[in-house]
């Protein structure tokens, strides 16, 4: 089972930026699709975004879609989640997924068939 940790998270205004970061353990990186999913107490985790292994296509979210930007960096294990024109909606403890199957494309990662990272807080202040 992969290790995955989170970091960048915290407190902004909104219309800032963040960049979320997760780092993946274990071999074999660039076989999977991995992403970032959001949750509050009042939602279900819902997805953001995903990027495919190699070559790395992404899916995103129709509400953060134009806003952020993820990315995947296979020489170490890490891939990120740029946030820009934050909403106040935005705010919620974002999570790394990494798909368990190989090979999948961005859009078929969901909550089912993933491993999961400790989580980060965002909150958009406004």
């Known amino acids: 089972q992969v290790h995955l940790v989170e970091s960048g998270g915290g407190l902004v205004q909104a219309g800032g930026s963040l960049t979320l970061s997760c780092t993946a353990s274990?071999?074999?990186?660039?076989?999977?699709?991995l992403g970032w999913f959001r949750q509050t107490p009042a939602r279900e985790r819902e997805f953001v975004a995903a990027i495919s292994w190699s070559p790395g296509a992404t899916h995103y979210s129709d509400s953060v879609k134009g806003r952020f930007t993820i990315s995947r960096h296979n020489f170490n294990n890490t891939v990120l989640l740029k946030m820009n024109s934050l909403k106040p909606e935005d705010t919620g403890v974002y999570y790394c997924?990494?798909?368990?199957?190989?090979?999948?494309?961005?859009?078929?990662?969901?909550?089912?068939?993933?491993?999961w990272g400790q989580g980060t807080q965002v909150t958009v202040s406004s």
């Open positions: 274990g071999d074999s990186f660039t076989l999977y699709t």
């Open positions: 997924a990494q798909d368990r199957r190989k090979f999948t494309p961005a859009q078929s990662l969901g909550t089912r068939d993933a491993d």
